[in-house]
Each structure stands twice: as structure tokens, then as C-alpha cells.
């Protein structure tokens, strides 16, 4: 059941992304209210299937990670009017779920699948993934950003200046991500302390999962600061969340390669 | 083949089809070079003639046979050039003759001919380039560019051709709203008193940017722009420091070289920090030098791009271009009868009427000499001169017939004015 709904959410957000390409494609643009409703009903479906998993796991996290993309591209669409942000959230939610699959979406067992049914837990799993989440939008609008400024500084008018939004609005989707994206992933990573100690009698985690979880938190502490503390803005805060993104996502696969283990996300 | 000789409506010009920015931007005439450009054609034999220079047009529009005139608007315009390419200005230019002519005006001030399909600032720039050349257009480029207004009017009322964006003005919004989001509190610094620097300049305040400074070389008209828009005038020389904090330079200088240049605001624009600055330069000559875009957050925009940017906008417009394509040619086949032959005819009545005054007097003169004719022998001979009279009138009625059906009447006319002395009509 669950890998069938993750199928129809495959295929839902399959199609919704090819439908927001269409335009950078020269197709002819499909209506709104279908580039908004197919990824609103995966998100549905998705919901519904991720209610079902116990939330361990590499598969279940890729889910829940492609999950807060959609519902992050959906709330940032509808702030900046324009389906800009799905041309990387929507291939990268796409493969997120696709990877989720192959990954295998049946969680670890023992005591951890058990004590996975915890509110602490399940909160900071939520919260963890939204946090890593927000840091992917950030680099989204990062990315946009410097799409755009080049076709603005080169003067060139085709389908990026004409479907992206303002370049001071992506600045400000990129600073409301990180800033919203710090305290959440910093809550997710203090519960994770707080459930060690107050239900496991200590973290019983793999020291690479500690290393890449204190990197990211690092790293997207270190985004912000640079742009609320040095006011860092525009093309070099941009680049500063790229490379960030980039680093978190380099150090995930180094790790992953160094100790490959399907039963935790890393 | 065409036979082009004779004198006859043309049209010579460069416009943005033909020609790149660089060179048209070399052969704008300003208002106050109109007259002795004209004078200069005119010398050559031009009868009457009208220039139409805008930032995407030179183009002159003449009554005249093709020599001596038209060798004098390319030396004109070659004038105009540093290096003559090997054409010279023919290169970009090119040659409209008779009812094309009259069509391709018609075409020009209902915007069908503008890089932004459909924009009607073209209007007001046909306007005065009329008003301009009121001493030397002559009675045939006066009614075509009175009816081109006409034609203009009916397209933008009749046709949803003129409907949304489509002046480089507006354009310039759309681009400044692609850098800032939300234009309402951004503050604007315009250069220029112009027409068009009050056109953007409005535009600009309409979506809430707030015009804190204008800038002229004359105060006076500036202060008249700030005042209405609520901003302050300043000398040009005064506006340099204020590139550090402005959000959007409007530049719309009459200035015949770059105003802002690298050594002017380089330095200051360096010290915004991060934040963007967009710098829309309207003018024809450039008003910006290209080298102050290389700073890293300045945004720079040229007419050709803002009309790139409404082009594209404009794209809906097209749909309108059959209905506004029909009332073009409705109105150049009026203008064509009229110029063909509701011309010809007054003057062929004027010119019987004159050979029929000379004919009565004759025979007066004669009859007294002829005092011993009987009455039957002198209505035999007034019947003689009358027959003699309607021999020599009736192949000169015809032809001028036929070439008003033709219509090359205006040019025969002429010549039959010039041949007996006929006034020309006021």
C-alpha cells in the first residue's frame, strides 16, 4: 500500500514538474490551476502515505524530506505568483520519492521502530527534515536569484526574465528560508538530544549521523549569520547558500560512501 | 518595370528594421536641425518635404522627382556617419514611392510600423515632425500627414491595437519590477526634461516610485517636472552624488554624447554596497556610457532593450493587426483618389477656363479688326476657335486623366501649372 501511494505520488509530481518545465521548454504553458492542483493532490496522497510509515530509515526520510519541498514550493509559489520555484523543486521532490523507493520504504526494526511511535521523536524528525527543507528552498531561490541576474545584467528577455520572479523577492525567499530554516533544524536537533536523554539514556546513533547533522546546523548557522549579522544580500548571499547547500549535500554522500547502512538515513 | 520618374510622393529613411542603434542614433535630427535639412532637399528640388525622426526613424518624406533630391538626403545622412561604409547610408536605408508611400505613413502613425507593435507615442512624434516642416511640406505632405493623424486615431479607437503596454516607458517598468519586486517606495532620479523623460517619469510614479530629484541642463523645466511629480530640481552636475542612493536612474537627456559616465558615477555607484541600481537610458543618442554597466550591481537598459521587453509584451496586439491593416488601406485608397484625382480635376476646369478667357479675348480683339464679316461668318469663325480650342485641350484633359487614374496626377499637374503659369492651390 505504501509503495503503491508513493507510486501515484511519483507519478503526480512527475507530471507536475514536466507541466512547469513545458514553458522553459517553448511548449505552450499548461492552465494554473493544473500546475498548482497535480502537485496539491500529491501532496495529499503523499501525506496519506507517509501517515502509514514509521518515520526510520533512509527511504522514509528522502519521503518526508520530498514532502516538505512540495508543501515549501506550493507556499513560496503562492507568495511570489509564478511556478519559478517548481522548475527545481518539482525534479528534485520527483527524485527524492524515486530514490525513496529504491531505497525501500519498510522502517528498521527492534526497540528504534517502537520508540519511533514517540511524539518527541516523531517531532524531531519532523522538524529536522523541514529544517534541512528550508535550507534546500533556500538554495532554490538562490539558484533562481542568479538565473535571473544574469539574464537581467545581459539583457536578455527570453523565459527566464519573463517567468521568474523579481530578483528582490528571491533575495527575500532566500532570507526567509534560512532564517525560518535555523530555529527549526536547531529545535529538531535539541529534541533529538532531549529524546536520548530522557528515553534511549543517550544518543545511540551512529557517529556520521552526528557529524553530518552538526555540519548542516553549522553550515546553515553560518548562512544566516552572514546574512542577518554581516548583511550579506543579493548575489553574494546567494552564492554563500549554494555553496552551503552544496557542501551539506557533498559531505552527506562522502559520508554515505565512507559507511553505507540502509537502516538510518545515513 | 516601374517607371519612378517624375515627381511624386517618396519616402527615404532608416528605421529599426534597417538599421542598428549605433546608426540610427547618428542620423537623429534634433528639432532645431530639421529646418536646414529640409532646406537643403528642397534646394535640390524637393517641392515639399517633412522629416520624421525619432529614436527608430529618420526618414523623410518628400514630393519630388528621384534626382537631384534623393542624392542630397544621403549626403546628408553619409554626413552623419564617422567612417562611409561602402553603400554609404543606402546600406541602411531604403526607398517608398507613390501610394506605398502614403500607405507606409499611414502604417508609421498607427504604430503597425513600430518595434513596439501598436505604441502611440509615435503619434505625437508625426504630430511635430508636421508642425515642424509646416513652412516646407507643401499642400500634398500637408494633407498626408494631416489624414496620417486621422488614420492614427481611427486605429487606436477602432482596433484593440493600442491596448497594454507598449512604450519603452512602460517597458522600463516591467524591467525595474523584475529587479525590485514592488516598485511602490523605490525612489527614481530622472535625467532630462524631454517629453519622454516626463512620459517615464510619470509611468514611474503611477506604480508608486517616489521621483526625488530631476535633473536639467535648464532648470526651468525641470523644476515644472519635479514640482508636478514631487520631487526637486538639481543641475546635472549636481545629480552625480545622488547615484549612491537612488533605486532607478531614468536617463532622457537631449545630450548628443554620454552623460553618465564611468568617471562621473563610477566611484559613487561603487559605494552602494549590494544594492541594485537600475539605470533606464531612453535617449537617442545614448545618455549612459555602456561601460558603467560592468559594475556589478547596476542594472543598464538602452531603447533597444526596453523595446525588446515591450515587444514581447505586446505579443496579443498582433491578433489586432488585420483589422488595423484594413482601415490603412481604406484610408490610403481616399488619399490616393484624392491625390490622383480630385486634384486634377479644379485644375483642369482652371486650366479651360484660363485658355477659354484667352480664347474670348482673342476673338474680340479679332472681330473688331473683322468688323465687315456678316453675323453668320462670325459665329462660323467663333465656332472655329472653340473646335480649335477643344483640339489642342483634349489630349492634354486626357492624359491628365489618365494619369490621375494612374495616380501619377499630382506630377503632370505640376508640370501644367509650371507650362501656363498657374497658381498653385493655397
Request: aromatic share 0%; hydrophobic share 50%.
Given at each position: 500500500m505504501i509503495v503503491t501511494l508513493h507510486l501515484i505520488v511519483l507519478a503526480l509530481y512527475g507530471v507536475g514538474t514536466a507541466l512547469a518545465l513545458a514553458p522553459f521548454l517553448r511548449l505552450p504553458p499548461s492552465p494554473r490551476p493544473l500546475n498548482v492542483a497535480l502537485p496539491c493532490a500529491g501532496a495529499a496522497v503523499h501525506v496519506v502515505a507517509i501517515s502509514q510509515l514509521t518515520p526510520v530509515g533512509l527511504g522514509p526520510a528522502l519521503s518526508m524530506l520530498a514532502l516538505c519541498l512540495v508543501l515549501l514550493q506550493l507556499a513560496s509559489e503562492r507568495l511570489l505568483r509564478g511556478s519559478a520555484v517548481a522548475l527545481i523543486a518539482g525534479p528534485l521532490a520527483t527524485a527524492l520519492v524515486g530514490l525513496a523507493l529504491l531505497s525501500g520504504l519498510t522502517p528498521g526494526g527492534g526497540a528504534e521502530a517502537a520508540g519511533s511511535r514517540n511524539a518527541w521523536f516523531i517531532l524531531h524528525v519532523a522538524l529536522s527534515v523541514s529544517g534541512v527543507a528550508l535550507m534546500a528552498l533556500a538554495f532554490i531561490a538562490a539558484a533562481l536569484y542568479l538565473l535571473q541576474f544574469r539574464e537581467l545584467k545581459a539583457r536578455r528577455f527570453g523565459q527566464v526574465f519573463q517567468l521568474f520572479p523579481p530578483l528582490e523577492r528571491l533575495d527575500q525567499l532566500n532570507r526567509f528560508a534560512l532564517i525560518v530554516g535555523f530555529p527549526t533544524l536547531t529545535l529538531g536537533v535539541l529534541l533529538a538530544l532531549g529524546y536520548g536523554a530522557r528515553f534511549s539514556g543517550g544518543l545511540h546513533v551512529a557517529k556520521a549521523q552526528i557529524v553530518w547533522g552538526m555540519f548542516t546546523w553549522v553550515v546553515l548557522g553560518w548562512a544566516v549569520w552572514v546574512r542577518v549579522v554581516r548583511h550579506w544580500a543579493g548575489r553574494r548571499a546567494a552564492f554563500a547558500s549554494i555553496a552551503g547547500f552544496s557542501a551539506v549535500l557533498l559531505v552527506y554522500v562522502a559520508l554515505k560512501l565512507a559507511q553505507p547502512g540502509v537502516e538510518r538515513f545515513l | 518595370m516601374t517607371d519612378h520618374s517624375g515627381v511624386g510622393i517618396k519616402v527615404l529613411g532608416v528605421n529599426h528594421r534597417t538599421a542598428p542603434l549605433d546608426v540610427r542614433e547618428r542620423f537623429a535630427h534634433g528639432a532645431h536641425e530639421v529646418p536646414g535639412a529640409l532646406a537643403r532637399v528642397m534646394a535640390a528640388g524637393a517641392q515639399g518635404g517633412v522629416l520624421l525622426s525619432t529614436c527608430n526613424r529618420t526618414e523623410f518624406y518628400l514630393v519630388t522627382e528621384e534626382e537631384p533630391a534623393f542624392e542630397t538626403v544621403w549626403s546628408l545622412l553619409n554626413e552623419r556617419l564617422p567612417a562611409t561604409p561602402a553603400g554609404g547610408a543606402r546600406e541602411y536605408g531604403y526607398v517608398v514611392r507613390d501610394r506605398e508611400a502614403v500607405r507606409h505613413l499611414y502604417r508609421v502613425s498607427s504604430g503597425l510600423d513600430s518595434m513596439i507593435l501598436g505604441e502611440s507615442q509615435i503619434q505625437g512624434q508625426v504630430r511635430e515632425a508636421w508642425e515642424i516642416a509646416r513652412a516646407q511640406a507643401g499642400p500634398v505632405l500637408h494633407r498626408l500627414f494631416q489624414t496620417a493623424l486621422h488614420v492614427g486615431s481611427r486605429v487606436r479607437t477602432e482596433t484593440g491595437l493600442g491596448m497594454g503596454t507598449a512604450s519603452a516607458a512602460s517597458a522600463g517598468v516591467a524591467v525595474a519590477g523584475k529587479i525590485f519586486g514592488d516598485l511602490a517606495g523605490r525612489s527614481a532620479l530622472i535625467l532630462g526634461a524631454g517629453d519622454m523623460a516626463e512620459l517615464a517619469a510619470t509611468c514611474l510614479s503611477d506604480e508608486g516610485v517616489q521621483i526625488t530629484l530631476v535633473a536639467n541642463r535648464t532648470q526651468e523645466r525641470a523644476r515644472a517636472i519635479a514640482e508636478r511629480l514631487g520631487g526637486r530640481a538639481v543641475s546635472l552636475e549636481d545629480a552625480w552624488a545622488h547615484f549612491a542612493t537612488t533605486d532607478i536612474a531614468l536617463c532622457s537627456t537631449a545630450a548628443p554624447h554620454a552623460v553618465v559616465t564611468w568617471e562621473r558615477v563610477g566611484h559613487v555607484i561603487a559605494g552602494r554596497g549590494g544594492r541594485p541600481l537600475c539605470i533606464l537610458d531612453l535617449a537617442v543618442p545614448r545618455d549612459?556610457?555602456?561601460?558603467?554597466?560592468?559594475?556589478?550591481?547596476v542594472f543598464l537598459y538602452d531603447v533597444d532593450d526596453l523595446q525588446t521587453v515591450a515587444a514581447q509584451a505586446t505579443a496579443r496586439r498582433r491578433d489586432e493587426v488585420p483589422a488595423a491593416e484594413r482601415i490603412v488601406e481604406e484610408e490610403a485608397d481616399l488619399f490616393w483618389a484624392w491625390y490622383g484625382g480630385l486634384g486634377v480635376v479644379p485644375a483642369i476646369k482652371e486650366f479651360r477656363t484660363r485658355m477659354e478667357t484667352l480664347r474670348a479675348a482673342e476673338m474680340e480683339r479679332a472681330m473688331h479688326q473683322l468688323g465687315h464679316l456678316s453675323p453668320e461668318d462670325r459665329a462660323r469663325v467663333e465656332q472655329f476657335s472653340q473646335a480649335l480650342l477643344n483640339k489642342f485641350l483634349h489630349q492634354p484633359t486626357v492624359a491628365l486623366k489618365a494619369a490621375a487614374e494612374e495616380g501619377r496626377g499630382y506630377g503632370l499637374l505640376e508640370a501644367l501649372r509650371r507650362l501656363f503659369g498657374m497658381e498653385p492651390p493655397a
Open positions: - | 549612459v556610457d555602456p561601460a558603467v554597466a560592468q559594475l556589478e550591481n
